[in-house]
């Protein structure tokens, strides 16, 4: 299994308030990805990077932020949580834009 | 606007045999297509994949086809195992600037009864 941890595995907070997800590799891998899945949609990209200090928006970036300082550290930021954010968000890496994406085993949250 | 759809939320089959899932895809940009498998309370496994050149790729038991001309790709399970219950999502992979931002289906539950 690929070297993804994310932190923490559960989480329940009130909304309005700031809300960090980290997810920490030790493979090594350049790229690294930020998804949600909530029922019906499938996994839907919120943020990617392409290395330290880099990043893009995917599909629904609004009202998340993210940061990388370390190649083997992505985190992502609720700023202000709200109850449509509560979802199971997934890291995953990559070594390539053309290689296939492993995935670590989610993060629950739920926003009250 | 759902460019990837997996149009069947479920599918029953007795051990032993195929299963066959589905995926249809809209946007014609997209050129590298994997499957996932996922458990509950865990993420999604890479099982599989194909690149728009080819029009078929085997793995074991897996085998996947492409039909670019439909917009189509399908994963064949041969034999089915208990242990391949579990949701399935195609994915799909645009080029150029949309590298490496998959596209994903709703998924597909796969139950494979003894």
């Known amino acids: 299994d690929a070297g993804i941890t994310q932190s923490p595995r559960h989480k329940v907070t009130e909304t309005g308030t700031p809300v960090t997800l980290r997810c920490h590799q030790t493979?090594?891998?350049?790229?690294m990805y930020w998804y949600r899945q909530d029922p019906g949609h499938g996994l839907r990209l919120i943020h990617y990077s392409y290395g330290v200090k880099d990043t893009d928006k995917g599909e629904v970036s609004d009202g998340y932020s993210v940061s990388r300082s370390k190649t083997e550290d992505f985190l992502l930021t609720l700023e202000s949580a709200t109850s449509s954010q509560t979802s199971v968000y997934f890291c995953a890496i990559s070594d390539g834009l053309a290689q296939p994406q492993h995935f670590g085993d989610g993060t629950r949250l739920s926003i009250l | 606007d759902q460019q990837v759809k997996q149009n069947s939320p479920s599918l029953s089959v007795q051990e032993g045999r195929i299963s066959i899932l589905n995926c249809d895809y809209t946007?014609?940009?997209?050129?590298?297509f994997l499957w996932y498998k996922k458990y509950p309370a865990e993420g999604p496994t890479f099982l599989i994949s194909?690149?728009?050149?080819?029009d078929k790729n085997e793995d074991g038991r897996f085998t996947v086809f492409l039909n670019k001309s439909a917009k189509h790709l399908s994963l064949h399970i041969v034999p089915s195992q208990p242990g391949d219950s579990a949701v399935y999502f195609c994915?799909?992979?645009?080029?150029?600037?949309?590298?490496?931002?998959?596209?994903f289906g709703q998924g597909t539950i796969l139950t494979v009864h003894p």
């Open positions: 946007n014609s940009m997209f050129d590298y």
């Open positions: 493979e090594n891998h350049r790229y």
């Open positions: 194909i690149s728009s050149i080819k």
């Open positions: 994915a799909a992979n645009a080029g150029g600037t949309s590298y490496g931002k998959l596209t």
